[in-house]
T-cell receptor, first 109, second 118 residues
Framework: RKEVEQDPGPFNVPEGATVAFNCTYS??????FFWYRQDCRKEPKLLMS???SGNEDGRFTAQLNRASQYISLLIRDSKLSDSATYLC??????????FGKGTHLIIQP | SAVISQKPSRDICQRGTSLTIQCQVD?????MFWYRQQPGQSLTLIAT?????????ESGFVIDKFPISRPNLTFSTLTVSNMSPEDSSIYLC???????????????FGPGTRLTVL
């Protein structure tokens, strides 16, 4: 069983629309959760951390459901510049990160 | 966030040779890690680079193949030894900031080293 699973997409979404991604994780002891964004041929960059209470950063909202072991990311009013691969990332402790394979998002004009 | 540089940014190597990748951070960091991203795949953790002691390797990665050094809190190297075409990948270092009081426990990534083995 994969540790972090995501729908690879691609998600083709018109500009201005709202899009949501989910991911599930298998390690119930996981402590920290993140969404990273990776543009083509670039390194991953932190988009936002995910907290149990849910958190929002501008057009982006992240939520965590520990009981069901899934994490979500909602993007409102999508922009062309939001086109990227979104990586769901989990951390179990004082060690490295476990990455999902990513969800590919394409915003169309 | 910390500014991270890697050298070389890319290289093309012959099979059987070795390549050492350097990672330099502009500030002291507690943790440094090395990841690999193979074509079309997500990132996989290779090892945690421990300052002053041997690196901690993940399952499937061994010191003889990927020796790592970390002489201080701002620098680490990863060597890819006796390379084969299967080692063609992007190798990324990441760091966790020293001041956890003002930073989340996340990691920041270097720009990566794109390695092609012929």
């Amino acid at each position: 069983r994969k540790e972090v699973e995501q729908d690879p997409g691609p998600f083709n979404v018109p500009e201005g629309a709202t899009v949501a991604f989910n991911c599930t994780y298998s390690n119930s002891a996981s402590q920290s959760f993140f969404w990273y964004r990776q543009d083509c041929r670039k390194e991953p960059k932190l988009l936002m951390s995910v907290y149990s209470s849910g958190n929002e950063d501008g057009r982006f909202t992240a939520q965590l459901n520990r009981a069901s072991q899934y994490i979500s990311l909602l993007i409102r009013d999508s922009k062309l510049s939001d086109s990227a691969t979104y990586l769901c990332v989990v951390r179990g402790g004082a060690d490295g990160l476990t990455f999902g394979k990513g969800t590919h998002l394409i915003i169309q004009p | 966030s910390a500014v991270i540089s890697q050298k070389p940014s890319r290289d093309i190597c012959q099979r059987g040779t070795s390549l050492t990748i350097q990672c330099q951070v502009d500030s002291q960091v507690t943790m440094m890690f090395w990841y690999r991203q193979q074509p079309g795949q997500s990132l996989t953790l290779i090892a945690t680079a421990n300052q002053g002691s041997e690196a901690t390797y993940e399952s499937g990665f061994v010191i003889d193949k990927f020796p790592i050094s970390r002489p201080n809190l701002t620098f680490s190297t990863l060597t890819v030894s006796n390379m084969s075409p299967e080692d063609s990948s992007i190798y990324l270092c990441s760091v966790e900031p020293l001041d956890r009081a003002t930073s989340t426990d996340t990691q920041y990534f270097g720009p990566g080293t794109r390695l092609t083995v012929l």
